[in-house]
């Protein structure tokens, strides 16, 4: 079972890492880059750059009051 | 102190830094307005790199476990014999 455990370690810190490396490449290095280069190819447009975190963010507190909002429910239904 | 004045020392004098920015000028506007995101960002991935680091590193204990399995067995043994009713098996 270890083998699975350190897959998913893996994994976890390989995404972690990409996502670091995207996204300090999209916020700091690709303002300094001319418009005509070819690595603007690949990364979005930059108003997305500030979208996409505050949209993950949302949803995180979203989910997370859901999760609290459940958890109260039940505790309550339980005692009566 | 306490921790959570510490945690707040530590954010006035990032938000603190982040206004002299601002002021200067040093770095481009745009810059500088993405900078507190960027901070997040790159926190909420500082995290999940440290859990990632630490299940791979997580020890297992091979024979610290036979070793509970032993005293379970054991201790199972000895509250039968007592009369205690253990439970399932």
Same mark, same amino acid.
């Given at each position: 079972?270890?083998?699975?455990?350190?897959?998913?370690?893996? +994994?976890?810190?390989?995404?972690?890492?990409?996502?670091?490396?995207?996204?300090?490449?999209?916020?700091?290095? +690709?303002?300094?880059?001319?418009?005509?280069?070819?690595?603007? =190819?690949?990364?979005?447009?930059?108003?997305?750059?500030?979208?996409?975190?505050?949209?993950?963010?949302?949803?995180? +507190?979203?989910?997370?009051?859901?999760?609290?909002?459940?958890?109260?429910? =039940?505790? =309550? !239904? =339980? !005692?009566? | 102190? #306490?921790?959570?004045? #510490?945690?707040?020392?530590?954010? @006035?004098?990032?938000?603190?830094?982040?206004?002299?920015?601002?002021?200067?000028?040093?770095?481009?506007?745009?810059?500088?307005?993405? %900078?507190?995101?960027?901070?997040?960002?790159?926190?909420?991935?500082?995290?999940?790199?440290? @859990?990632?680091?630490? %299940?791979?590193?997580?020890?297992?204990?091979?024979?610290?476990?036979?070793?509970?399995?032993? &005293?379970?067995?054991?201790? #199972?043994?000895?509250?039968?014999?007592?009369? @205690? &009713?253990?439970?399932? &098996?």
């Amino acid at each position: 079972m270890e083998l699975a455990d350190r897959a998913v370690g893996f +994994l976890l810190s390989f995404i972690s890492i990409f996502i670091f490396t995207y996204y300090t490449f999209w916020v700091i290095i +690709l303002p300094f880059v001319e418009s005509d280069h070819f690595i603007h =190819k690949y990364f979005l447009p930059q108003e997305y750059a500030i979208l996409i975190p505050v949209f993950a963010g949302v949803v995180l +507190l979203c989910l997370l009051s859901i999760f609290v909002g459940f958890v109260v429910l =039940k505790s =309550k !239904k =339980k !005692k009566a | 102190m #306490k921790h959570v004045l #510490k945690i707040l020392t530590i954010l @006035v004098a990032i938000s603190a830094f982040w206004i002299g920015l601002l002021q200067a000028s040093i770095v481009p506007r745009s810059h500088t307005w993405l %900078l507190p995101i960027y901070f997040i960002v790159s926190l909420g991935c500082y995290g999940l790199l440290m @859990v990632g680091v630490g %299940l791979m590193r997580f020890p297992t204990c091979p024979q610290e476990a036979l070793l509970l399995q032993k &005293d379970i067995a054991e201790a #199972k043994v000895f509250l039968k014999q007592n009369g @205690v &009713d253990v439970g399932s &098996d």
